[in-house]
């Protein structure tokens, strides 16, 4: 009886033991360098403008086919006739150089700018804002050039809704779109190599805009974003995007898709036929409304061309782009990514210093960045200074939930409380 007794006391002892270690081995300790950490931070900023702008001319214009040539440089309006092409001529999407020689730098689009009142949110409420006070940033700030379900969360904010009610399917009738997965990368900088409250955060900055599974796409993005810190594969990156992705999610089961697809099809664009036929015009039997801007769609071709491009920065960007659809955004996304991967020195100079139509810049974009879209904030920042703004915040972040700063022969490092080896499928 003793000896049972004992037997079943050791064996208590052995089960606490091993649940305490599987505990403190769910959080591995990952280094970085500062340097390293802001010069990726540069490519997540600059990464995204160079996405964006190369998207511009062509976004929401090519959606049955993709474009007509491979797109590898800034288009401008005189390419349009000599090429055949499609592109906004009506309004400054057209006119890169024009705009960039003009304000002798980056201008604000909401593929950065919504990005940069949250930047405000943060260093303002901290890292714990709330939707209450997300719905005043946004009625102080984001007002104009919004459109879909931006412009409709304005409206619903002004009459008095709040988060997440004014993404719902309820109350906003462009819950589908694309819009959650092209404003919310900052959370994966904020939150590096720190998968669940990076996911946890993308999900939640998701919600104010969008519902169901055009969260989803938030969700693996952001994922990835804290990843890249770390990671540079990109398979191992979209798995651990998986694994943040609920079970039954059918932008997950889109993923899947396309990684078998990609592994058919030696040719990009007949991997995308089969995107277009499967998931334009209806999702789990909703009809899409206004596909060109679905959530599902669009993020499906990000995946696309982060497999087809296989981590090289001007083929994925050249190929987000030339698919089409709303492609300025998720061109800004893979951009972000592979900025935070490869590091914002890593981005050709040709995307980042020669824009102007005259002369040439002598850092990235001028490490300029003019804000002429979000109210009541400052019209002209430095591109370095927002970079150590977001900075400041994943230092908090990064110290919050169990890291530290630390300085090992004379190089200061972020040691992060890191969960990546937990999301990987």
């Known amino acids: 009886m003793i000896t049972s007794i004992r037997r079943n006391l050791f064996f208590l002892f052995y089960c606490l033991c091993l649940l305490s270690f599987v505990q403190v081995s769910a959080q591995t300790e990952r280094r970085i360098p500062l340097s390293d950490f802001r010069d990726k931070l540069f490519g997540y900023w600059n990464g995204q403008l160079v996405g964006n702008y190369l998207g511009f001319p062509f976004e929401n214009l090519y959606d049955e086919e993709p474009l007509p040539l491979f797109v590898d ?12 092409l499609r592109m906004n001529l009506n309004d400054r999407r057209a006119y890169i150089h024009i705009m960039a020689d003009a304000l002798g730098g980056a201008w604000s689009d909401d593929d950065t700018d919504i990005e940069l009142v ?23 700030h984001v007002n104009r050039f919004i459109w879909a379900s931006n412009a409709r969360v304005r409206e619903l904010l002004h009459k008095g809704e709040m988060p997440p ?10 819950w589908y779109g694309i819009t959650s997965h092209l404003i919310n990368e ?3 900088v904020v939150y590096p190599g720190m998968i669940q409250m990076a ?11 969008n519902d169901d599974w055009a969260t989803h796409p938030t969700i693996l993005y952001g994922s990835m974003f804290s990843a890249a810190f770390f990671e540079n594969d990109i398979k191992r ?10 079970p039954e999610s059918p932008f997950k089961k889109g993923v899947h898709n396309v990684m078998a697809w990609a592994e058919q099809e030696e040719d990009w664009k007949d991997c995308r036929k089969k995107i277009h036929d499967a998931y334009f015009e209806e999702v789990e039997g909703f009809k899409i409304p206004f596909p060109m ?36 955004n998720q061109a800004a996304t893979l951009g972000g990514l592979l900025g935070v991967i490869h590091g914002g020195a890593a981005i050709p100079e040709r995307f980042t210093h020669n824009l102007p139509s005259r002369g040439r810049w002598q850092k990235p974009f001028n490490d300029t960045y003019i804000n002429y879209s979000r109210d009541l904030l400052p019209n002209y920042y430095r591109i370095s200074d927002i970079v150590e703004r977001i900075m400041g915040v994943a230092q ?30």
């Open 293 to 328: 801007m679905g959530s599902m769609v669009n993020g499906l071709n990000g995946v696309m061309a982060l497999l087809y491009g296989n981590g090289d920065f001007e083929r994925t960007l050249g190929i987000a782009v030339s698919t089409g659809y709303d492609c300025d």
């Open 396 to 425: 908090s972040a990064i110290i919050v939930h169990g890291g530290r700063v630390e300085e090992v022969n004379g190089e200061s490092y972020f040691v992060v409380s890191s969960d990546i080896d937990d999301y990987t499928q």
């Open 118 to 140: 949250m930047l405000h949110g943060l260093e303002e409420y901290g890292l714990d804002m709330t939707y209450e006070q997300v719905a005043d940033l946004r009625k102080k």
């Open 73 to 84: 440089r800034y288009y401008t309006f005189e390419d349009a006739e000599r090429h055949g």
């Open 165 to 174: 009610q004014t993404g719902s399917k309820e109350k906003n009738d462009w």
């Open 186 to 188: 900052i959370w994966g």
């Open 237 to 246: 990156l979209l798995s651990i995007g998986l694994a943040s992705l609920p």
């Open 199 to 209: 996911a946890q955060k993308s999900e939640w900055g998701a919600k104010i805009t």
